[in-house]
């Protein structure tokens, strides 16, 4: 693999696909839970695979995730991808996904990857977009190899989590900010007998500019996340997120300082006027039974504000997952069910009451956890609460097939919330979207399809629309 490893970004459904049933089966063990993951990570665990142990599912994947890491990686090769997409009322909630988010849009790639240094040069012309961008960089970076580590810099999507309908933290939801990251490439267990019992082992940290219209402009977002891998199987993540700085706010070291040290909670152990910042924090757990039980269970606990009497989280946001793998006639199949709940619950672990107009909001900060008219974290936004069901197939010639049935309760408790980035007032949201993604010689081609019903809670009326889109890919 080359040093300068590239960087798999979220959305791709097949891949994930593959690197789950390679993790889950126990034919590999590395960190798949934070994205952009790196392709020498994958291509080195693909390295060490007993092919002869493999079932039929799980040789088909290798081999998908084997050829694409080898295109990816090859050194000093200069790679063009063009995309065009068109859609009529494209799905306004996205989950990991890559679906079209504007009617019209028409992309170019150029990337190169050398020895130390890649780069990914990337644009999209968008007719009539949602934010008014008409000309987006989206997935454009540098980046150098440092050891093990990877310093980027740029435009990336991310996905934090396990969940496969959205993350509470950081999800692919909204358009990715600029700014620069440090992430392990590589998640090679310590050495040291102390700490080898951890497992693989993955660290990444940003620091983005919010350069939108917000009511405290050039806000910077700070992120950092860290995961382990105790048993094959079992990931364990903890992740922090923070919006910080900005025009008239605190820059310096020791305001950064504060945050760190989550000396951050306004009235408890900070005065409102010198509160550090607006944090999110938490945990997740990703644990696939063992071998021969083609079951994973999943959950990610997100806290945004602390208890009184100090730093311990007392406003937690929660999601719950279980998916199921195996064969149906020739299809590979991952189905799952999700749940999730985006109104701060208080109490230890979200035991007590409900506090609404809590997430993803702050008195400071009053544009709240969003960026360019999307969320941050979940895709349906504050105090919403979602039921999902889906499925991935894949085809033995690598063709994908997905449906996805949701019904979300938005903006479900509060009164009249001008800012909330779907609905200032409560509706609720019935939608199921298929899609096939087909490749061929000349590209990848996707299509989709769904429906979707609105309810509003206030007026008693319904509104229906009906998604479709067609995408293709140079390659």
């Known amino acids: 693999a080359a040093s ?5 970004p ?24 934070a994205w952009p993951i790196s392709w ?74 050398g020895e130390r240094f890649t780069f990914n040069l990337q644009g999209t012309l968008v007719d009539d977009s949602f934010d008014g961008d008409e000309f987006r960089p989206d997935g454009t970076f540098v980046g150098v190899a440092l050891g093990n580590w990877m310093l980027t810099a740029g435009w990336q999507d991310r996905f934090w989590g396990p969940g496969r309908d959205g993350s509470l933290i950081l999800g692919n939801h909204h358009r990715p900010a600029p700014g620069i990251t440090l992430q392990r490439n ?21 620091m983005q500019q919010l350069d939108d219209d917000r009511a405290v402009k050039d806000t910077l977002l700070f992120g950092i996340r860290g995961s382990v891998k105790p048993l094959p199987g079992l990931e364990i993540g903890i992740s922090r997120t923070a919006q910080w700085c900005g025009e008239d706010r605190p820059c310096d070291l020791s305001t950064f300082g504060d945050l760190l040290l989550g000396r951050d909670n306004r009235g408890v152990n900070v005065d409102p006027e010198d509160e550090p910042g607006n944090q999110l924090g938490g945990f997740d757990i990703r644990w696939s039974l063992p071998k021969g039980i083609p079951v994973t269970a999943y959950m990610q606990w997100i806290g945004e504000d602390g208890r009184g009497g100090g730093g311990a989280i007392g406003s937690w946001l929660r999601q719950l997952g279980l998916e199921f793998h195996g064969q149906i006639g020739g299809l590979s199949h991952r189905t799952y069910i999700e749940v999730s709940d985006t109104t701060c619950q208080e109490g230890g672990f979200g035991s007590s009451g409900s506090k ?5 909001e702050h008195p400071i900060y009053a544009t709240g956890y969003r960026y360019k008219k999307r969320s941050i ?14 499925s991935t197939l894949v085809q033995s010639a690598g063709h994908v097939w997905n449906v996805s049935l949701r019904h979300m309760e938005l903006n479900r408790e509060g009164p009249d ?11 609720d949201l019935s939608d199921i979207q298929i899609t096939h993604e087909r490749y061929t010689t000349v590209g990848r081609f996707k299509i989709g399809v769904g429906y979707a019903e609105l309810d509003d809670k206030l007026t008693g009326q319904s509104t229906t629309d009906t998604t479709v889109f067609l995408q293709w890919r140079s390659r």
């Open 40 to 113: 020498g990570e994958i291509q080195t665990a693909l390295l060490n695979v007993d092919q002869s142990d493999l079932t039929t599912n799980q040789r088909a994947a290798f081999d998908r995730l084997f050829r694409q890491s080898r295109d990816e990686l090859e050194t000093d090769f200069w790679t063009v991808d063009i995309e065009v997409s068109v859609a009529d009322n494209p799905r306004f909630i996205r989950t990991f996904e890559n679906t079209p988010i504007d009617e019209i849009q028409l992309g170019a790639k150029v990337s190169w990857v």
């Open 10 to 33: 979220p959305g791709d459904l097949r891949m994930r696909h593959d690197v789950d049933l390679l993790n889950d089966t126990r034919a590999i063990n590395i960190s798949s839970t």
């Open 417 to 427: 919330q001008p800012a909330h980035s779907i609905t200032p007032t409560p509706k």
């Open 4 to 8: 300068a490893e590239v960087l798999a």
């Open 356 to 360: 609404p107009n809590c997430a993803y």
């Open 377 to 390: 974290g979940h895709g349906m936004d504050g105090d919403g609460l979602s039921y999902s069901i889906g």
């Open 186 to 206: 590589n998640s090679t267990p310590f050495e040291t007998r102390w700490l080898s019992w951890l497992g693989p082992w993955s660290l990444i940290t940003f």
